[in-house]
């Protein structure tokens, strides 16, 4: 009986740490979408006549993550 304690903490950190890993997996996913769709813009405002128009309105270069 005293051991439960012990295997139920032991869940938690398992489920924990699954959750963990499924965040991180999602953050990384959004991190390479989000720098994709930079690199999409930043061509995009590079180009004849675009740069044009983006530099009248002041666009700028995106960052990356």
Known sequence: IEALPALVQREEVAVTLLELRG???RRAFAR???NE????????INQWPTRIVARI???EPAGRL
């Open 37 to 44: 769709a930079a690199a999409a813009y930043d061509a995009a």
């Open 23 to 25: 965040l991180e997996d």
């Open 32 to 34: 390479l979408t989000f």
């Open 57 to 59: 309105f002041g666009f």
